[in-house]
């Protein structure tokens, strides 16, 4: 039998998919991150299921347990508190294992902060990077922000609402234009998606809220771009807003100011 990997609802607890609720009813046991969190949706739907926890302190131990189970054919659903398993959540260490044994593994599908919070920023671009969650240390963030220096495409991330003020002031001093969406409590009663510069939500969020919070920043544009590239980027775009390909835009524009072709195509992403 194998490991059925189930995608949970992030917030609203009807966002989620009749076959996985056939799967968690018909499971011998479903191994969640917080026994409590997931009696709530089962509750909801009138699910009646043994159920353990597989937090990330005990996942190890929970792994070796369940092991034999699973390789002796018991029907095994693993959930997280919401969302899919194994993305920032417990579980990635029983689906290796799994496959480790020859046991299968069946991914569920269903609903995903990430590409939520994607589409809501207004931000959505044909690639997009998710990192997990934001670096805790001061350090860490002004790394990231390093690396995103350049970045061609938007970048997802989860942040803990406390860290959030921090978080927005740090990437306002690195990049005080960069366009950022601060996503909060996605498909939930209070939900909101706030849009701005990182300059603008760092003072609108200038104390912590409340609520599970998804960040979305946008990939450099012609604004950002150093004083040489900036308006051969714009140049670019405009370009494209005449009805040119991105890539012939950028290769006129580059031949024209000696600008790098490549890095003017990423940049006006």
Same mark, same amino acid.
């Given at each position: 039998?194998?490991?059925?990997?189930?995608?949970?609802?992030?917030?609203?607890?009807?966002?989620?998919?009749?076959?996985?609720?056939?799967?968690?009813?018909?499971?011998?046991?479903?191994?969640?991150?917080?026994?409590?969190?997931?009696?709530?949706?089962?509750?909801?739907?009138?699910?009646?299921?043994?159920?353990?926890?597989?937090?990330?302190?005990?996942?190890?131990?929970?792994?070796?347990?369940?092991?034999? %189970? /699973?390789?002796?054919? !018991?029907?095994?659903?693993? =959930?997280?508190?919401?969302? +899919? $398993? &194994?993305? *920032?959540?417990?579980?990635? %260490? /029983?689906?290796?294992? !799994?496959?480790?044994?020859? =046991?299968?593994?069946?991914? +569920? $599908? &269903?609903? *995903?902060?990430?590409?939520?919070? /994607?589409?809501?920023?207004?931000?959505?671009?044909?690639?997009?990077?998710?990192?997990?969650?934001?670096?805790?240390?001061?350090?860490?963030?002004?790394?990231?922000?390093?690396?995103?220096?350049?970045?061609?495409?938007?970048?997802?991330?989860?942040?803990?609402?406390?860290?959030?003020?921090?978080?927005?002031?740090?990437?306002?001093?690195?990049?005080?234009?960069?366009?950022?969406?601060?996503?909060?409590?996605?498909?939930?009663?209070?939900?909101?998606?706030?849009?701005?510069?990182?300059?603008?939500?760092?003072?609108?969020?200038?104390?912590?809220?409340?609520?599970?919070?998804?960040?979305?920043?946008?990939?450099?544009?012609?604004?950002?771009?150093?004083?040489?590239?900036?308006?051969?980027?714009?140049?670019?775009?405009?370009?494209?807003?005449?009805?040119?390909?991105?890539?012939?835009?950028?290769?006129?524009?580059?031949?024209?100011?000696?600008?790098?072709?490549?890095?003017?195509?990423?940049?006006?992403?």
């Amino acid at each position: 039998m194998p490991l059925h990997v189930c995608a949970t609802p992030i917030g609203n607890l009807e966002d989620v998919t009749l076959r996985v609720l056939r799967e968690l009813a018909e499971a011998d046991l479903v191994l969640c991150e917080d026994t409590r969190r997931t009696r709530i949706l089962l509750d909801r739907h009138g699910i009646q299921a043994q159920v353990a926890s597989i937090d990330r302190r005990h996942e190890a131990r929970r792994t070796a347990e369940v092991m034999p %189970r /699973l390789v002796e054919g !018991a029907r095994v659903a693993l =959930v997280s508190d919401a969302g +899919l $398993p &194994g993305i *920032s959540d417990p579980g990635s %260490r /029983l689906i290796a294992a !799994a496959l480790e044994r020859g =046991v299968p593994v069946v991914v +569920l $599908p &269903g609903p *995903s902060a990430v590409e939520t919070a /994607l589409v809501a920023s207004g931000l959505v671009a044909d690639r997009y990077a998710f990192i997990g969650f934001i670096p805790r240390t001061s350090a860490g963030r002004e790394r990231l922000w390093d690396e995103l220096r350049a970045a061609a495409w938007p970048t997802v991330a989860f942040e803990s609402p406390r860290r959030l003020p921090e978080t927005l002031r740090s990437l306002a001093g690195a990049a005080p234009q960069r366009s950022v969406a601060v996503c909060r409590e996605l498909t939930k009663r209070f939900e909101e998606v706030v849009r701005g510069t990182a300059s603008e939500l760092a003072g609108r969020f200038a104390e912590p809220p409340r609520g599970e919070i998804t960040l979305v920043v946008a990939p450099v544009s012609g604004r950002e771009a150093g004083a040489e590239d900036g308006p051969a980027v714009d140049a670019v775009e405009e370009l494209v807003s005449a009805g040119a390909s991105r890539r012939t835009a950028a290769r006129v524009v580059a031949r024209l100011t000696g600008a790098s072709p490549n890095r003017l195509y990423r940049s006006s992403l």
